[in-house]
């Protein structure tokens, strides 16, 4: 497998493998560079099969960093955001050897292991020996010639999970794929996250096929459509919530978009409403809704069409079923397991509950009605935010909205909602808006008793809208 992905990147030679802060780098360049990264490492200590931090978004230095180490068979902890909280987290867990940084200016190594010999948190049964070979973390693969990868959950909802994933199945699984004709290379832009399970689908979906990944410094709106404009983005990856910040701003009037032929969202549910918008901004454009999980990794998908929310999973590596209304996954990339966490989330046979509730056609489309967590039980009666929202797009004094459960001594919870407006509206005349626009659209228990006027809908870097509102403004 190392072989052949050598060879292929050899064999691209001069085709442009990264555009990296405007600057064209060949294969050939990113090669010379995967190889000088594995040298420096060495020389700084690492040991192959051990437990590295590589802190730092998408750079030539990064994207040579994960591939040195993919091919030393050592254990990649990509973190785009690296708080003391989150380092704490991974050396108790994962206990990483090093800490790889990649900024702008360069970049530097530091030695963990040695640091925490020091503070007296080094456990001798379980710390790494001079070869590496007892790491705990790779001792989990269950393949001593094997490199891995550990992802961190959003943690929306306390402390981060921390996923194992075998990377060399994530690898050998793209190299499956024929590389593409020179002429038929595809530019792609990275816009989900260095650490994030799609944004690493992307990288080598696009790196192991002869492709070209753009790499932006920042995730504005404005700098994504800009780039598009001037590299000719034929495949813009992103999120519901993007797209929408995209319109909302106008960017995509502001730049020339025309060169898109593919739009693929994922990360969150689509609503119906929403991706009508979509399809009449980018009416040439085809719109796929993308399918993953952090510990199933990123299903081949086929939408019923660009005006569907309705796709279907048509991965031979991926089975799925639906139990209780909720989808269940089992994937041949599937995680080895949480280093953190009770895997409650598994079966007795291995199937992943993805906590996504859907319901399945006839002719065996799914539609994501919304996350069982986010359920809203308001006296009995429960509500998934994903549908009011949809209602309420409908409105054209309404930009964007999220709908979340506040609790209620009364009924248990109560419906409340962020709104952006389209126009200058005080919080009377939208409520009076919202609920003459919902009456006799949704049942009497679905109209929002709390309605908060906000500038901007709150997003995580992962791309989704933020349900948890502790400090929302109420009446």
């Not at 050598?6 to 442009?16: I, K, Q, V, Y």
């Not at 199933?296 to 209304?325: L, M, P």
């Not at 209620?408 to 200058?424: F, L, R, W, Y």
Request: glycine share 8%; aromatic share 6%.
């Amino acid at each position: 497998m190392r072989e052949e992905l050598l060879r292929r990147f050899e064999d691209f030679g001069t085709r442009t493998a990264l555009f990296d802060r405007g600057t064209a780098v060949t294969y050939a360049e990113l090669l010379k560079r995967i190889r000088d990264t594995r040298e420096r490492l060495a020389l700084h200590g690492v040991k192959p099969r051990e437990t590295v931090v590589v802190h730092g978004d998408y750079s030539l230095d990064s994207v040579a960093t994960l591939f040195a180490l993919f091919l030393d068979r050592n254990v990649v902890v990509p973190v785009v955001t690296l708080t003391d909280t989150t380092l704490g987290t991974l050396v108790e867990h994962c206990r990483p050897g090093h800490l790889v940084r990649t900024t702008e200016a360069g970049t530097e190594i530091e030695d963990l292991a040695g640091a925490r010999d020091r503070d007296g948190g080094a456990d001798p049964a379980t710390a790494p020996d001079p070869d590496g070979a007892a790491d705990p973390v790779h001792g989990r693969l269950g393949d001593p010639d094997a490199a891995g990868l550990v992802l961190l959950s959003s943690g929306s909802t306390g402390a981060p999970k921390v996923i194992l994933h075998s990377l060399d199945v994530l690898v050998g699984e793209k190299l499956e794929k024929r590389p593409r004709r020179r002429e038929n290379a595809l530019n792609i832009l990275m816009v989900l996250m260095f650490d994030h399970i799609g944004g690493i689908n992307s990288l080598l979906s696009t790196l192991l096929v002869g492709g070209t990944a753009v790499l932006p410094r920042q995730r504005t709106p404005d700098e994504i459509c800009a780039l598009i404009e001037r590299h000719r983005i034929l495949v813009l990856p992103t999120s519901p919530t993007y797209l929408n910040l995209i319109m909302v701003g106008g960017y995509h009037r502001v730049h020339d978009l025309s060169s898109l032929r593919l739009i693929t969202y994922g990360t969150e549910p689509m609503s119906e409403e929403l991706l009508l918008r979509v399809r009449r901004t980018f009416p040439g454009v085809r719109l796929l809704q993308t399918f993953g999980t952090s510990e199933t990794g990123i299903a081949t998908t086929t939408s019923e069409s660009s005006t569907s929310t309705y796709f279907k999973i048509s991965d031979a590596g991926v089975e799925y079923r639906i139990v209780d209304g909720e989808l269940q996954l089992r994937s041949r990339t599937q995680f080895l397991g949480y280093l953190n966490y009770y895997d409650d989330s598994l079966t007795e046979d291995r199937w992943f509950r993805t906590g996504d509730l859907v319901e399945e056609a006839a002719d065996g489309f799914l539609r994501i009605k919304g996350r069982a967590k986010e359920v809203i039980n308001v006296g009995g009666e429960k509500l998934l935010p994903l549908e009011l929202e949809s209602v309420l797009m409908g409105s054209p004094l309404v930009e964007d909205c999220v709908v979340y459960g506040r609790p209620n001594a009364i009924t248990g919870q109560s419906v409340c909602v962020d709104i952006k407006p389209t126009g200058e509206l005080t919080r009377a005349a939208l409520r009076k808006h919202v609920t003459e626009f919902l009456a006799g659209r949704v049942e009497p228990f679905k109209i929002p008793s709390k309605i908060n006027v906000v500038d901007t809908i709150a997003m995580s870097d992962r791309m989704k809208k933020l349900r948890s509102r502790p400090g929302a403004d109420e009446e």
